[in-house]
Each structure stands twice: as structure tokens, then as C-alpha cells.
């Protein structure tokens, strides 16, 4: 057995940083680009690219922002709820929105297609991370509201599987538990 490598050491540290913990600078487009191209060396069976993606400029976060707080309060998400979800758009600098796109297919079936779109949001973050950029994927009720994800241009049949904030972070959260892999691990069959 070889040593562990860089690339596994950071597999086994790795940590995402709070959204409301990350400020400018925040990754140019060229950077941006590398870190989706990253992104997108996800498993793809069939290669049919079940996933699309949203960049989001601080602008663009502060009218989303604006949208959420308003379709909120129209919706009556509850104030504590409301003012959380908003603030995660107001105070982002850079978002990239992962949208899941399914294709129609005979041999890939829809579920392959979402754990597709769920790997390629892990391999943002983790790319934004290997970088040295702060990221966090999040959801919450704005990603499935029907409205939210009209104003974001989604087709009928997408959705949206984060909102992965991109940015430099201004402190290291604590470790937090990570999961017992002896519970959770059963080996063979029963």
C-alpha cells in the first residue's frame, strides 16, 4: 500500500465553509470556468449532461434576494425562515446555481440522471475547496418553489439541486461529528 497522497489527505479533511462566512474575493471567470469544467468530470452515464448551470453575480444575488423575500412573504414562509433564506442571497458575492436538467432516455433512468447532478455539486465544492475558495451547497424552500425556479429560467421538468456560494472564507468552522463508519458499514451479505 502506497502512502496517502495529497489528494486523498484532502478527501479526508475537507470542510465545507458556511455561506454566511464568505466575502470577496470570490473566483474571476476564468476561475469560475475551471471550476465548473472540475464540476463536470462527474459521473455522466449515457453522457447525456443531466445538469446545467446558473452563475450568479453579486447583482444578480441581491435581485434574487429581493425575488426570495418577496415570493416568501407571499407564500408566508415563516419570518425566522424568511429572513435566513434571504440573507443566504443578499450577502453572497458569487452563486452558481446547479440545475438538474433529466433527459429523456430509454437506457438512463432519471435517478442515474439526479445522482449525476448531486455528484457534479460535490465536485464544485470540493473543486472550489481543493482551490483554496470557501464553498457551501445549500437548497432550502427557495430552490423548490415553482415560481423561484421560473424566474431562474428553468424549464418545466428541471430543478434546481443547489446553490453552491463560492467566495473566500473568513473563518474555519470547527470540525464538526462526521459519521461511525463501523455503524453504518455492514460487510457481505446478510
Do not use: Y
Not at 446553490?163 to 460487510?187: K, M, N, S, V, Y
Amino acid at each position: 500500500m502506497s502512502q496517502p497522497n495529497q489528494v486523498m489527505e484532502f478527501l479526508l479533511t475537507r470542510r465545507s465553509r458556511p455561506a454566511k462566512l464568505l466575502a470577496p474575493p470570490v473566483p474571476d471567470r476564468a476561475q469560475t470556468i475551471t471550476l465548473l469544467t472540475a464540476a463536470a468530470r462527474a459521473p455522466d452515464h449515457g453522457k447525456l449532461e443531466p445538469w446545467r448551470f446558473i452563475v450568479l453575480d453579486r447583482t444578480d444575488c441581491q435581485t434574487l434576494a429581493a425575488r426570495v423575500a418577496a415570493r416568501g412573504a407571499e407564500a408566508g414562509v415563516t419570518p425566522e425562515k424568511l429572513e435566513k433564506s434571504t440573507a443566504a442571497f443578499a450577502d453572497a458575492h458569487l452563486i452558481v446555481t446547479i440545475v438538474a436538467s433529466p433527459k429523456p432516455s430509454e437506457k438512463i433512468p432519471e435517478i442515474e440522471q439526479t445522482l449525476s447532478t448531486g455528484a457534479v455539486c460535490l465536485g464544485l465544492v470540493n473543486a472550489a475547496l481543493a482551490s483554496g475558495w470557501g464553498a457551501n451547497w445549500l437548497s432550502g424552500w427557495p430552490a423548490h418553489d415553482a415560481q423561484i425556479r421560473r424566474e431562474l429560467g428553468l424549464a418545466a421538468q428541471e430543478w434546481i439541486a443547489g446553490f453552491i456560494h463560492l467566495g473566500t472564507a473568513q473563518a474555519t468552522p470547527p470540525e464538526r461529528p462526521r459519521p461511525d463508519i463501523a455503524a453504518c458499514t455492514t460487510w457481505g451479505l446478510p
